[in-house]
């Protein structure tokens, strides 16, 4: 039976020791070993563009040159990940007393992430990566593409970790959302921890999506549920309620809607990962 795995994607932005801890937690409560993969990207490596000061007529010395700078520059991003990635696994190292494995690729981040998730339970990744700073109406400009593309669920870190207690499930009865209470009840992830299940009545004359089959899936399970009917918009109300700090994890189905709706009117999905604080897992 092949051995699976959780995936932590390291880079050098204040995310990158959220992600070993969160990675610390889930690598216990599923009993899988933590692969760390840090990707160097393409625009990294060849960071310095002296091509336009060339003219006609330039000396052979500056075409060297520039080789030469970009050769540094390579190397220099190679150093930089080997060490970044080195830290992250001696920082997890020091809690599990093992290891964990140590992937380091150039090239498009979501493309080379995906090809690591074979045999993957989980893909933990930071809300933000270090290009995105201090940017806090805007995710990570891959963030999106990774949960959209991604093969396993994802665990999107916020900038610190915090001890898990209560989960919140935003259930609104979408394929995604039943997914995620399936995979819940399935996996150890989440075991011994209370769980709020909350739907949200977005129309004033409609009706929420009914909570009671998602209810009794995780009871059956062994978890300690409460359900809760709320009425609003749905963004809105969720937000509201992790603020009120009751909460330490967020669980949804991501991106129920096509692209395209999402381009035009927003994704409920993007809207709620900017505003909460908390640590949110997604099921496609």
């Known amino acids: 039976m092949t051995q699976t795995k959780l995936v932590a ?5 204040g995310y990158a020791q959220s992600v070993c801890d969160y990675s610390i937690w889930a690598a216990q409560a599923l ?14 490596e060849n960071a310095l563009d ?20 970009e050769g540094d520059l390579a190397r220099h991003s190679q150093d930089r990940g080997r060490a970044l990635i080195e830290d992250a696994a001696d920082h997890i190292e020091a809690t599990l007393k093992e290891r964990p494995t140590v992937r380091l690729r150039t090239g498009d981040l979501v493309l ?4 690591a998730l074979s045999d993957t339970d989980l893909l933990i ?12 109406l805007h995710l990570g400009s891959n963030l999106e593409r990774m949960i959209r593309s991604s093969s396993c669920p994802i665990l999107v870190a916020p900038r610190s970790f915090k001890p898990l207690g209560r989960a919140l499930i935003a259930y609104d009865g979408r394929s995604s959302s039943k997914r995620a209470v399936d995979a819940i009840a399935e996996s150890t992830l989440l075991k011994g921890l209370p769980i709020t299940l909350m739907t949200v009545n977005e129309r004033e004359s409609g009706n929420a999506a009914s909570l009671d089959e998602p209810m ?8 300690d549920v409460q359900a809760e ?28 809607g096509n692209r395209l709706h999402s381009m035009l009117i927003g994704s409920t999905t993007t809207e ?4 909460c604080r908390i640590p949110a897992l997604l099921y496609r």
Not at 112 to 115: G, L, T
Not at 272 to 275: A, G, R
């Open 216 to 223: 009794a899936v995780l009871e059956q399970a062994g978890f």
């Open 229 to 256: 009917t709320l009425s609003g918009k749905a963004v809105e109300v969720i937000r509201n309620r992790v603020a009120s700090e009751e909460f330490s994890l967020m669980v949804m189905g991501a991106y129920s």
């Open 125 to 136: 990744i930071g809300k933000r990566g270090e290009a995105a700073g201090f940017a806090k």
């Open 272 to 275: 709620l990962l900017v505003s």
């Open 50 to 69: 002296i091509s336009g000061a060339l003219s006609l007529g330039a000396r052979t010395r500056m075409l060297e040159d520039m080789a030469r700078i």
């Open 31 to 44: 009993s899988v070993p933590i692969e760390l993969m840090h990707v160097i990207g393409r625009r990294q």
């Open 9 to 13: 994607l390291i880079d050098g932005s």
């Open 112 to 115: 080379e992430a995906n090809q």
